[in-house]
């Protein structure tokens, strides 16, 4: 599947799916947080504009895969509200992908600045 | 609905408008642990969103559907849910620097704790029923049945409670107070064994009778008002009897404390047997099936059918 096959559009949310998680990580990785605060803080970033339930299926996924663990944290006003963390094996991966991050980031990096945009590549 | 700082009054279709949304969710999704926290974190999104709203104000439909609109359709989200299910293989690979030995391909090998031991909302229902009924099962067996059975039943609903009570708002309140009625029932099963004369019994055991009662008393109440809580927004027909239950529950024991104690102390008192007096109150206890029952036991089964059936 080459990028000239598909179009931009699709590429652009492709490319954002698939970093969607090494941002949730991230974040995770600097404070707990309510699932309610990792949506609005990841739909506010420029540059996304996923929908807000889009995150919990992820959540989800990742809870699933050992990456993330949760609290019940009791409210004094309601019910009990789930506080999201970074588990050790999440931030063990997390260093990992991280590092996959940089190495093909400074790759694209390089591969843009011989075709700076605005140029015709051709 | 009962309006709180942190769940405004929605208007009928505001609620109608939330209700819909949440079935289709779950009609979307298949049933299993984690469909159910999916559905509790989409359910705590839409509160906390909501929240922004004026206490003293009622969600519009219109407020309603905005919020509704940011979290996307529920057939995309249960999308998503289903394209995450198999996704363990699409994990990136780990780079070639050394790394923990963690394969992202392979499931976790420990299941987080949180997944392994958490109970749903309807298995914790299901604990808090079956614990109650052991306790008021054993009061046919005078004596040891009383406590036996009262020690177990209050165990397992502490069980019940500390796996899956974050479902139910003040859980921890309600585990702390259950430890404590397990404490005065673990105190007054010995004493309740002695000899002892009238004044003695007054004296040490009346007390401890007493504080199992109020125990008892604020234990339910907290209880059933976390339910009604949990009522509001899974089952809000069952709000208003849940609170008018534990308000009849409130007077019924304490009256039933009343009677018990004076016709057993009376009896005690005429024919000079303490034991005679236990024996009568202890007699009446079984009454206390028909009240566990109709104000405790139902409405937890009820509420628990309602939650399964949406």
């Known amino acids: 599947m080459s990028s000239s096959s598909i179009a931009p559009f699709k590429w652009v949310t492709q490319l954002k799916r698939g970093i969607l998680e090494l941002c949730c990580l991230n974040l995770l990785a600097s404070e707990r947080l309510y699932g309610y605060e990792l949506a609005k803080r990841l739909s506010e970033a420029p540059a996304f504009d996923v929908s807000l339930g889009t995150v919990y299926p992820l959540l989800s996924r990742l809870k699933k895969e050992g990456l993330v663990d949760s609290d019940l944290e009791e409210s ?34 390089t591969l843009i600045a011989k075709n700076p945009p605005g140029e015709d590549p051709a | 609905m009962d309006a709180n700082p942190v769940s405004p009054t929605r208007s009928p279709e505001a609620a109608r408008l939330e209700q819909d949304y949440l079935d289709r969710l779950r009609s979307a999704l298949p049933s299993s642990a984690e469909t159910s926290e999916l559905i509790d974190n989409i359910r705590d999104h839409i509160q906390t969103a909501l929240a922004e709203v ?15 609109e940011e979290l996307g359709s529920p057939e995309s989200i249960a999308a998503e849910f289903a394209d995450s299910a198999p996704a363990v293989s699409q994990t990136p690979p780990t780079a070639p620097e050394p790394a923990p030995a963690q394969n992202p391909h392979s499931p976790p090998a420990a299941a987080p704790n949180s997944v392994a031991t958490e109970l749903s909302l309807p298995e914790t229902l299901d604990r808090l029923f079956v614990g109650y009924l052991i306790a008021i099962v054993g009061l046919w067996v005078p004596f040891i049945g009383l406590y036996i059975c009262h020690m177990i039943g209050f165990a397992v609903m502490l069980k019940g409670i500390q796996r899956g009570g974050g479902h139910i708002p003040q859980g921890e309140t309600v585990k702390k107070l259950l430890i404590a009625a397990l404490c005065v029932v673990i105190a007054h099963f ?14 040490i055991i009346l007390p401890l009778s007493i504080g199992w009662m109020v125990l008892d008393i604020v234990v339910f109440w907290i209880l059933m008002s976390g339910l009604a809580e949990v009522s509001d927004q899974r089952a809000p027909e069952m709000s208003t009897q849940l609170r008018d239950r534990r308000i009849i529950y409130v007077i019924v024991s304490i009256v039933f404390f009343i009677l018990a104690a004076a016709i057993g102390g009376v009896i005690a008192v005429n024919s000079g047997e303490p034991k005679v007096g236990e024996l009568v109150g202890l007699l009446l206890l079984p009454i206390w099936w028909v009240v566990g029952w109709f104000l405790i036991l139902k409405p937890i089964r009820q509420l628990r059918n309602r939650v399964l059936a949406v």
């Open chain 2, 54 to 68: 004026p206490a003293a104000a009622e969600v519009s439909l219109t407020k309603m559907a905005t919020v509704l």
């Open chain 2, 190 to 203: 010995p004493l309740s064994t002695l000899s002892l004369a009238p004044p003695l019994v007054a004296i």
């Open chain 1, 76 to 109: 004094p006003l309601g019910p009990a509200r789930r506080k999201y963390r970074l588990s050790e094996v999440g931030a063990a991966q997390l260093i990992a992908m991280n590092a996959e991050w940089r190495t093909i980031s400074d790759f694209i990096e």
